[in-house]
């Protein structure tokens, strides 16, 4: 078993590595072919793990050497898999691996072919990482990891030039990349001092350890880590007020898009809750907060989502909602509910995206939907595919969103927090109608894209074959339910619904429903039809003030850029010439100076002449005679 | 009565004397003869302490310091020798060939 363990730990590793050996050479299709080969070896070490687990129930704890060895302070390279985590590996693997073999044929005509594996087996390797750690220290270095690789592969494209926020919101690659990247940061500060302040009271950053300690933690410690570790959260898992990083990431190849911006990185704050569940259950009202702002921004990105042109946006919006919900379940402490959630949306988000990938290619990096429509009979696979995906994510039965998406409401009001039911009762409602409204403005409707000389064509055939496992596990991950609650709730805190609760259970399910059905409708209504009720654009509602709002994302990326950038930008260059240039840098450069110049005075001595030297050497003479009376009389 | 204090002044003046004329002198030979005055002043010194503290340390320092003195002439000399030989000169701004 402990074969297992390294194997899915380490062959993304050789895959990165060996993608790199071929990373500065022209595309060589076989790298693909290879890196993903050791991407599926990961994955079936991870389902054999999970089946292990499964039939056995003991959970696998491995040390695989000392890493720093501090007087007291002792960590080590311990990797554990239990039931969080080998849902996380078989997830994370999973999808790596679908996408993987999607990228080969997506990047097909990209020059930097094997870079593209090298990062994207990178960003498996650190994530397997942080998902497997036992420690709160394993688990920082792959939370940075991740952060490096999305860097990377945002900023893939780094020779796009910059465009102004008007034609482009995510202005470049390389911008969206240093945007997700330093926001990260700022975010990963939080979450390093809640590391400091766990092991400054508990001694130890093992989770097990410092979990056995906390009843002998005072409340405000743990409030203090808890807060400070959720920073971190929500920095990774895009919430508000850090959410902004995330709709900017879409600028990098779909692929990463799919996989890290949907499936798996940003779901790691939300691991994260999940991993420290004893610790947040201990600190109720970070718990309440947590799950107050999951709702708001369940809320707040479905609005966004409302009236986004690009194809790729929308999708970003749902995921940053999906995460909203994923933090309300976790923050009510349904933590089980809310990694069945995570499960679910990694699967039914990464085949959108993956799908959103194929409209993409074919419509050569034209994401506006308005351009599209009608799209369905020359790409059916695809259409299929997001079709499934989008009823999955809108929560219809019987499909995997709708199991999920409906525990996570029930739960909120089994906890009698009527108002967050209310919000993400309506939200499931605006996200039905915005994914709709995206699938229709696509595939169905008027033909907009030829006029506009647009052919697209469907994508290879071992693509769309590659993609169906997660079109099959979008469909049937609902229905195993209440196995998966008996495998997690080893491991995890139940979480029973009382019974008045279990009682209405079916009358909200159809609230729910209803919710999401009239938003398909109505989705249908304003943009599937065609001819005589064909959709057309509405100039005058786009200068309306709500459409406005939403469309400038109610103007928070501008409101950071005028009140936190272009500050710290004026702030920068003061900085940098009235304290870097005349304080620092003179110093440094005077200092060379006056050896410069004492140099130049006191070359003249050199004459050459014997007779000079002998008398230099008389004065020195007499200065050493001079020094040693001086000192004798003070001694 | 001469005591030790009229030995160290000869000595101070005499040393005095051969510094003045390291300093001053420009001809080589002479520079020689100035740093024999100055080592022969410390012998003075040398000895007359010696002879103060009834310790014979300090004379046999003083011979050494004149068998030391009589080889270092001889090597210098030739060393003159040469130096006349390639410079036709021992003025010590003559040989002097750098511009500091």
């Given at each position: 078993m402990e074969n297992l363990v390294y194997i899915a730990l380490f062959a993304p590793f050789a895959s990165s590595l060996f993608a790199a050996l071929f990373g500065m050479s022209q595309r060589e299709v076989f790298v693909g072919i290879v890196a993903s080969m050791f991407i599926g070896t990961a994955f079936i070490s991870s389902l054999l793990l999970a089946?292990?687990?499964?039939?056995?129930?003991?959970?696998?704890?491995?040390?695989?050497?000392?890493?720093?060895?501090?007087?007291?302070?002792?960590?080590?390279?311990?990797?554990?898999?239990?039931?969080?985590?080998?849902?996380?590996?078989?997830?994370?693997?999973?999808?790596?691996?679908?996408?993987?073999?999607?990228?080969?044929?997506?990047?097909?005509?990209?020059?930097?072919?094997?870079?593209?594996?090298?990062?994207?087996?990178?960003?498996?390797?650190?994530?397997?990482?942080?998902?497997?750690?036992?420690?709160?220290?394993?688990?920082?270095?792959?939370?940075?990891?991740?952060?490096?690789?999305?860097?990377?592969?945002?900023?893939?494209?780094?020779?796009?030039?910059?465009?102004?926020?008007?034609?482009?919101?995510s202005v470049s690659p390389s911008w969206a990349a240093n945007e997700a990247f330093i926001v990260n940061r700022i975010a990963d500060l939080g979450m390093l001092v809640g590391i400091f302040v766990l092991y400054w009271n508990t001694g130890t950053l093992k989770y097990d350890e410092v979990f056995a300690q906390l009843p002998y933690l005072n409340n405000g410690i743990i409030v203090t880590a808890t807060i400070a570790l959720f920073i971190g959260a929500m920095g990774k898992s895009a919430q508000f007020p850090f959410h902004t990083w995330l709709t900017d990431a879409m600028e990098g190849p779909t692929?990463?898009?799919?996989?890290?911006?949907?499936?798996?990185?940003?779901?790691?704050?939300?691991?994260?809750?999940?991993?420290?569940?004893?610790?947040?259950?201990?600190?109720?009202?970070?718990?309440?907060?947590?799950?107050?702002?999951?709702?708001?921004?369940?809320?707040?990105?479905?609005?966004?989502?409302?009236?986004?042109?690009?194809?790729?946006?929308?999708?970003?919006?749902?995921?940053?909602?999906?995460?909203?919900?994923?933090?309300?379940?976790?923050?009510?402490?349904a933590y089980w509910i809310a990694l069945f959630h995570l499960a679910a949306h990694a699967f039914f988000k990464a085949?959108?995206?993956?799908?959103?990938?194929?409209?993409?290619?074919?419509?050569?990096?034209?994401?506006?939907?308005?351009?599209?429509?009608?799209?369905?009979?020359?790409?059916?696979?695809?259409?299929?595919?997001?079709?499934?995906?989008?009823?999955?994510?809108?929560?219809?039965?019987?499909?995997?969103?709708?199991?999920?998406?409906?525990?996570?409401?029930?739960?909120?009001?089994?906890?009698?927090?009527?108002?967050?039911?209310?919000?993400?009762?309506?939200?499931?409602?605006?996200?039905?109608?915005?994914?709709?409204?995206?699938?229709?403005?696509?595939?169905?409707?008027?033909?907009?894209?030829?006029?506009?000389?647009f052919h697209p064509h469907e994508m290879y055939k071992f693509v769309l074959i590659a993609m169906s496992p997660l079109a099959v596990l979008a469909t049937i991950t609902g229905w195993y339910m209440k196995e998966y609650e008996d495998f997690i709730t080893e491991l995890l805190p139940h979480y029973e619904m009382s019974e008045h609760t279990h009682h209405l259970a079916s009358w909200l399910g159809l609230v729910v429903l209803f919710f999401a059905i009239s938003g398909i409708v109505w989705a249908y209504l304003k943009y599937a039809r065609i001819g005589r009720h064909a959709w057309k654009r509405d100039k005058e509602k786009e200068q309306g003030f709500f459409y406005k709002l939403l469309k400038n994302q109610y103007y928070v990326p501008k409101f950071y850029e005028e009140f936190i950038t272009k500050p710290y930008a004026m702030v920068s260059a003061v900085f940098w010439e009235k304290v870097d240039l005349k304080i620092v840098d003179a110093t440094v450069d005077n200092i060379a100076k006056a050896f410069y110049k004492s140099g130049d005075a006191t070359r003249g001595m050199q004459t050459g002449n014997l007779s000079n030297y002998l008398n230099w050497m008389a004065v020195g003479g007499v200065l050493l005679l001079v020094i040693a009376a001086i000192s004798a009389m003070f001694v | 009565m001469i005591g030790l204090s009229h030995y160290l002044v000869v000595s101070a003046i005499l040393f005095s004397i051969g510094l003045v004329g390291v300093l001053r002198r420009r001809n080589l030979l002479m520079l020689f003869f100035a740093t024999e005055v100055m080592l022969n002043a410390v012998n003075i010194a040398f000895a007359a302490i010696s002879h103060y503290y009834n310790d014979l340390t300090g004379q046999m320092f003083a011979f050494f310091v004149i068998a030391i003195a009589a080889s270092e002439v001889a090597v210098g000399l030739g060393i003159l020798i040469v130096l006349f030989k390639k410079f036709g000169s021992l003025n010590l701004d003559d040989l002097a060939n750098m511009r500091g």
């Open positions: 089946i292990h687990l499964y039939t056995t129930g003991d959970v696998i704890n491995i040390t695989m050497m000392d890493w720093i060895h501090a007087g007291d302070f002792n960590v080590s390279f311990g990797f554990v898999v239990d039931q969080v985590s080998v849902t996380m590996m078989t997830v994370v693997t999973l999808v790596s691996t679908v996408v993987h073999v999607y990228a080969i044929g997506y990047m097909d005509h990209d020059k930097s072919f094997n870079r593209f594996f090298s990062y994207l087996s990178a960003f498996v390797f650190s994530m397997m990482i942080l998902v497997m750690s036992d420690n709160f220290l394993g688990l920082f270095i792959g939370w940075e990891g991740v952060g490096v690789c999305s860097w990377l592969l945002i900023g893939f494209w780094y020779h796009k030039a910059d465009q102004t926020r008007e034609e482009n919101p692929p990463v898009s799919a996989l890290i911006h949907a499936a798996t990185m940003v779901t790691a704050g939300v691991f994260l809750v999940i991993r420290a569940n004893p610790l947040f259950h201990a600190a109720p009202e970070v718990s309440f907060f947590i799950a107050s702002l999951g709702t708001f921004v369940a809320f707040y990105a479905a609005s966004m989502a409302l009236v986004e042109r690009d194809l790729k946006r929308i999708i970003a919006y749902s995921t940053l909602s999906q995460l909203g919900y994923m933090f309300a379940a976790a923050g009510l402490g085949l959108l995206f993956l799908g959103g990938g194929n409209v993409m290619h074919a419509m050569h990096d034209e994401l506006d939907i308005f351009k599209m429509g009608g799209m369905k009979k020359e790409m059916r696979g695809t259409w299929i595919y997001m079709t499934l995906a989008s009823v999955a994510l809108a929560g219809l039965p019987p499909l995997a969103g709708f199991w999920s998406k409906d525990a996570i409401i029930e739960t909120a009001f089994n906890e009698h927090t009527y108002f967050l039911w209310i919000m993400l009762v309506v939200t499931a409602g605006m996200t039905a109608f915005y994914s709709f409204r995206q699938v229709f403005m696509t595939f169905h409707g008027e033909d907009r894209h030829t006029p506009l000389g | -």
